[in-house]
């Protein structure tokens, strides 16, 4: 029997990775005495974005750093005199998004890799899977002359509607953080940086830039700040990018309690911070709070910060720890080591590990009568838009720029399958014609409007359903930067969809045939109305480029699908604890959102409050099923606590099982939700009746809660029951450990206060 370690001990030992080495730091102090305050203020403020008309930062010289990526989303300026090179900064987080193109030139492309979305990848679970593929996307940064890359992003879904969920990881902070953390490390073991973002309590898109998000310490600290905060002290990414939004009342950007006393005082956070691109307002308050660098960079903040310090607002001593920072960074770039880049990274090999992760993260939601993997099965009818257009990741800043993406139809061909051509003709002139009809997007960034669900073919349905073994229904969604969703026809089915939803299932069913659906979307959508009628449901996300091929892979049964929910899917929008404030009021033009809701997110309200969601938190099938068997949980605590689960495959077919650690605290002076999770892990390919032991190591920080009154960290004495399970809701082995004294596990100062009363939701 194997047994293996999962260590979930949340050390506050800084991981340095960042670039506090002495020779770099004499260099550095060396290049700040030599600098004048001028090439400081332009070091600070970045060089500029390539829109027509904008701005730039200094007189673009031939060749110099902005030129060399094409499509990157910035630079910092270069000092030729002192040998102090650029960085290039570019997008993430489903890969790298830089142009394809360069000059027009047609010989040549940089494609990079599209790769599943960030809540696909925390679907996983697994964080050796997400550090290699951070590893591959970190390869095409280095590779492509890129060295910074604006990811990974780790805002938490509040609600299901914020736009950029597909970018973000999960409800749950400690999915999120772990998540970002084997990103980073991934990412960084390639010799460049991330920058993670949007730091924090960005959650929503609706006046991104101005919103005021009134929150509490304790959200802040459990929740928001959380996931930062693992991904910060466990695997020491070299910048954060500070987010748009106010928290209580102050622009994060320029807030020296976020910056400064949690970033740096609390954290030891030892690399640069950059703002959110044109976040912000004020210069020099920025300075001040510890954003270092102001992105992209527009000419006139040089200016202010200049006089700011020739009038004395501005400290020389700020500027110079602001460039200092900068400069230790730099000097750790492949740009300050004159890394020769290829611009050929390896895209085929990243081709696999992009299948290969997106299957891991596919959620098997429902598989009545085992129809699935696919028997006895030859010809498919495939219906729905996206079976022929597979949406492939999300819009705006985080669309990467493909060489090419694989459609359902494609895949399940290549696999055997044979699809109806008739029906593939009438998907593909009907888009081809509605796309024509539709309004162009509002800028280059914004989302393309999506083409509404081709309305049932009733006919050929009733042909198919007769002549085909089985029909599969895609329903697609896409979304992005700018905008959030609407629960009208995007977190609901549009009536098209439900209509196909139920032609396609009263004339399969009638003639003894089976229907599965696949969801090709990049956050959580209604499934409560519709889904006793598909006999199947699979949860493919938006896959990245490879798209069909896994969702093929699964369905075929060459992969056992063993990803699971890492946020909630509600009954109804209205279950969600924040959808009363969200997007914040005034609903239409919003400049505040309160977090009424507190430390009630996801799962932790859904359990405490006892709402029945559609899918819980945690939740998904496999081709196979696990016992849980033999825990071991001591019976008082001591730091740190193991605690041992043995999981079985007791099923048929090879598999794995994503095993969940939830926490049940004492309700003393501070409550708590119902569960907390406090440790996760997924199992090797157990073969059938193959066990495994995972021992779990909880310590002190994992058992605690933050007293907002006494700005600690606190675990509060008396009976914490341990609830090992399948998903938040299935629970199969319970023990229960004492702490006789209350812990104060740690002190830190106060932060971030909220200028108003919150009324919190309370149990
Ligand atoms: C986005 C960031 C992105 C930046 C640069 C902003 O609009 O919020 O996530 O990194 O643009 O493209």
């Given at each position: 029997?194997?047994?293996?370690?999962?260590?979930?001990?949340?050390?506050?030992?800084?991981?340095?990775?960042?670039?506090?080495?002495?020779?770099?730091?004499?260099?550095?102090?060396?290049?700040?005495?030599?600098?004048?305050?001028?090439?400081k203020a332009k070091l600070v403020v970045g060089m500029g974005m390539?829109?027509?008309?904008?701005?730039?930062?200094?007189?673009?010289?031939?060749?110099?750093?902005?030129?060399?990526?094409?499509?990157?989303?910035?630079?910092?300026?270069?000092?030729?005199?002192?040998?102090?090179?650029?960085?290039?900064?570019?997008?993430?987080?489903?890969?790298?998004?830089?142009?394809?193109?360069?000059?027009?030139?047609?010989?040549?492309?940089?494609?990079?890799?599209?790769?599943?979305?960030?809540?696909?990848?925390?679907?996983?679970?697994?964080?050796?899977?997400?550090?290699?593929?951070?590893?591959?996307?970190?390869?095409?940064?280095?590779?492509?002359?890129?060295?910074?890359?604006?990811?990974?992003?780790?805002?938490?879904?509040?609600?299901?509607?914020?736009?950029?969920?597909?970018?973000?990881?999960?409800?749950?902070?400690?999915?999120?953080?772990?998540?970002?953390?084997?990103?980073?490390?991934?990412?960084?073991?390639?010799?460049?940086?991330?920058?993670?973002?949007?730091?924090?309590?960005?959650?929503?898109?609706?006046?991104?830039?101005?919103?005021?998000?009134?929150?509490?310490?304790?959200?802040?600290?459990?929740?928001?700040?959380?996931?930062?905060?693992?991904?910060?002290?466990?695997?020491?990414?070299?910048?954060?990018?500070?987010?748009?939004?106010?928290?209580?009342?102050?622009?994060?950007?320029?807030?020296?309690?976020?910056?400064?006393?949690?970033?740096?005082?609390?954290?030891?956070?030892?690399?640069?911070?950059?703002?959110?691109?044109?976040?912000?307002?004020?210069?020099?308050?920025?300075?001040?709070?510890?954003?270092?660098?102001?992105?992209?960079g527009r000419p006139e903040q040089t200016s202010a910060i200049v006089?700011?310090?020739?009038?004395?607002?501005?400290?020389?001593?700020?500027?110079?720890?602001?460039?200092?920072?900068?400069l230790d960074v730099l000097l750790q770039t492949p740009a300050a080591?004159?890394?020769?880049?290829?611009?050929?990274?390896?895209?085929?090999?990243?081709?696999?590990?992009?299948?290969?992760?997106?299957?891991?993260?596919?959620?098997?939601?429902?598989?009545?009568?085992?129809?699935?993997?696919?028997?006895?099965?030859?010809?498919?009818?495939?219906?729905?838009?996206?079976?022929?257009?597979?949406?492939?990741?999300?819009?705006?800043?985080?669309?990467?720029?493909?060489?090419?993406?694989?459609?359902?139809?494609?895949?399940?061909?290549?696999?055997?399958?044979?699809?109806?051509?008739?029906?593939?003709?009438?998907?593909?002139?009907?888009?081809?014609?509605?796309?024509?009809?539709?309004?162009?997007?509002?800028?280059?960034?914004?989302?393309?409007?999506?083409?509404?669900?081709?309305?049932?073919?009733?006919?050929?349905?009733?042909?198919?359903?007769?002549?085909?073994?089985?029909?599969?229904?895609?329903?697609?969604?896409?979304?992005?930067?700018?905008?959030?969703?609407?629960?009208?026809?995007?977190?609901?089915?549009?009536?098209?969809?439900?209509?196909?939803?139920?032609?396609?299932?009263?004339?399969?069913?009638?003639?003894?045939?089976?229907?599965?659906?696949?969801?090709?979307?990049?956050?959580?959508?209604?499934?409560?109305?519709?889904?006793?009628?598909?006999?199947?449901?699979?949860?493919?996300?938006?896959?990245?480029?490879?798209?069909?091929?896994?969702?093929?892979?699964?369905?075929?049964?060459?992969?056992?699908?063993?990803?699971?929910?890492?946020?909630?899917?509600?009954?109804?929008?209205?279950?969600?604890?924040?959808?009363?404030?969200?997007?914040?009021?005034?609903?239409?033009?919003?400049?505040?959102?309160?977090?009424?809701?507190?430390?009630?997110?996801?799962?932790?309200?859904?359990?405490?409050?006892?709402?029945?969601?559609?899918?819980?938190?945690?939740?998904?099938?496999?081709?196979?099923?696990?016992?849980?068997?033999?825990?071991?949980?001591?019976?008082?605590?001591?730091?740190?606590?193991?605690?041992?689960?043995?999981?079985?495959?007791?099923?048929?077919?090879?598999?794995?099982?994503?095993?969940?650690?939830?926490?049940?605290?004492?309700?003393?002076?501070?409550?708590?939700?119902?569960?907390?999770?406090?440790?996760?892990?997924?199992?090797?390919?157990?073969?059938?009746?193959?066990?495994?032991?995972?021992?779990?190591?909880?310590?002190?920080?994992?058992?605690?809660?933050?007293?907002?009154?006494?700005?600690?960290?606190?675990?509060?004495?008396?009976?914490?029951?341990?609830?090992?399970?399948?998903?938040?809701?299935?629970?199969?082995?319970?023990?229960?450990?004492?702490?006789?004294?209350?812990?104060?596990?740690?002190?830190?100062?106060?932060?971030?206060?909220?200028?108003?009363?919150?009324?919190?939701?309370?149990?």
């Amino acid at each position: 029997m194997k047994k293996i370690f999962f260590l979930f001990c949340f050390l506050m030992l800084p991981v340095l990775l960042t670039a506090q080495t002495t020779d770099f730091k004499s260099l550095s102090d060396e290049w700040i005495s030599q600098l004048t305050l001028e090439e400081k203020a332009k070091l600070v403020v970045g060089m500029g974005m390539r829109f027509p008309g904008m701005p730039r930062n200094d007189a673009p010289v031939v060749g110099q750093v902005t030129d060399k990526v094409a499509g990157a989303a910035g630079s910092t300026f270069a000092v030729p005199h002192l040998s102090i090179p650029g960085m290039v900064v570019a997008d993430g987080p489903a890969g790298l998004r830089i142009s394809p193109v360069r000059n027009q030139d047609s010989t040549k492309f940089y494609y990079a890799t599209a790769f599943p979305i960030a809540t696909q990848l925390a679907s996983t679970w697994d964080t050796t899977l997400v550090k290699a593929a951070g590893k591959a996307i970190g390869t095409e940064v280095l590779e492509y002359g890129v060295d910074i890359i604006l990811m990974p992003a780790l805002n938490l879904h509040r609600n299901p509607l914020c736009g950029r969920n597909f970018e973000y990881y999960s409800e749950d902070p400690l999915v999120s953080g772990w998540m970002a953390a084997a990103m980073i490390k991934g990412l960084q073991s390639n010799g460049i940086g991330t920058s993670i973002k949007h730091f924090a309590a960005n959650n929503q898109e609706t006046n991104r830039n101005s919103i005021d998000t009134i929150v509490s310490e304790r959200a802040l600290r459990e929740l928001y700040l959380r996931s930062f905060e693992i991904a910060v002290t466990q695997a020491g990414p070299w910048t954060v990018m500070s987010s748009y939004n106010k928290i209580n009342g102050l622009y994060a950007s320029e807030s020296h309690d976020l910056l400064t006393k949690v970033l740096r005082d609390d954290w030891h956070f030892k690399g640069f911070v950059m703002t959110d691109w044109f976040g912000g307002k004020d210069p020099v308050a920025q300075m001040k709070a510890g954003n270092d660098l102001l992105m992209p960079g527009r000419p006139e903040q040089t200016s202010a910060i200049v006089k700011a310090v020739n009038d004395g607002t501005l400290p020389l001593e700020v500027l110079d720890t602001n460039v200092k920072r900068i400069l230790d960074v730099l000097l750790q770039t492949p740009a300050a080591k004159n890394y020769k880049y290829s611009d050929n990274p390896d895209l085929k090999a990243h081709a696999q590990i992009a299948r290969t992760t997106a299957a891991e993260g596919m959620v098997l939601l429902k598989n009545q009568d085992t129809v699935l993997p696919f028997k006895d099965v030859k010809n498919i009818a495939l219906f729905g838009n996206s079976s022929y257009e597979f949406v492939t990741g999300g819009t705006g800043s985080g669309d990467v720029n493909e060489a090419y993406s694989i459609p359902l139809e494609k895949a399940l061909g290549e696999a055997g399958y044979v699809l109806d051509d008739s029906l593939k003709k009438t998907y593909t002139i009907y888009m081809r014609e509605t796309k024509a009809k539709l309004p162009k997007p509002r800028n280059f960034f914004a989302p393309r409007p999506p083409v509404p669900q081709m309305p049932p073919p009733i006919e050929q349905i009733g042909k198919l359903s007769k002549s085909a073994d089985i029909a599969l229904i895609t329903i697609g969604r896409n979304s992005g930067e700018f905008a959030d969703r609407k629960p009208e026809n995007d977190f609901n089915l549009e009536d098209a969809e439900q209509q196909l939803i139920d032609a396609v299932s009263a004339a399969f069913h009638k003639t003894g045939r089976k229907v599965v659906v696949v969801l090709n979307i990049g956050g959580v959508i209604e499934t409560a109305s519709w889904r006793d009628k598909a006999d199947a449901i699979l949860l493919a996300w938006q896959p990245g480029q490879e798209g069909g091929y896994p969702v093929s892979d699964i369905l075929t049964g060459a992969v056992n699908p063993s990803g699971k929910l890492a946020s909630t899917f509600p009954v109804d929008y209205k279950d969600t604890p924040s959808a009363k404030n969200f997007p914040g009021s005034p609903p239409d033009k919003p400049d505040s959102v309160i977090y009424e809701e507190g430390i009630y997110v996801g799962y932790r309200y859904f359990t405490t409050f006892d709402v029945k969601p559609a899918f819980e938190f945690g939740f998904g099938l496999s081709y196979t099923r696990f016992t849980y068997s033999d825990p071991v949980i001591p019976e008082t605590y001591s730091d740190p606590l193991p605690v041992k689960i043995t999981i079985t495959n007791s099923g048929t077919t090879p598999g794995k099982e994503i095993v969940q650690l939830y926490l049940s605290a004492p309700d003393g002076k501070l409550e708590k939700p119902a569960v907390e999770l406090r440790a996760f892990a997924k199992t090797k390919l157990l073969q059938p009746g193959e066990s495994q032991v995972i021992t779990f190591i909880l310590c002190q920080r994992d058992i605690a809660s933050f007293d907002t009154q006494r700005t600690a960290w606190i675990a509060e004495k008396g009976k914490y029951r341990v609830k090992i399970g399948a998903s938040s809701l299935d629970i199969r082995q319970e023990g229960k450990f004492r702490l006789p004294k209350e812990l104060i596990v740690e002190e830190l100062t106060k932060s971030l206060s909220p200028r108003v009363a919150i009324y919190e939701l309370k149990k």
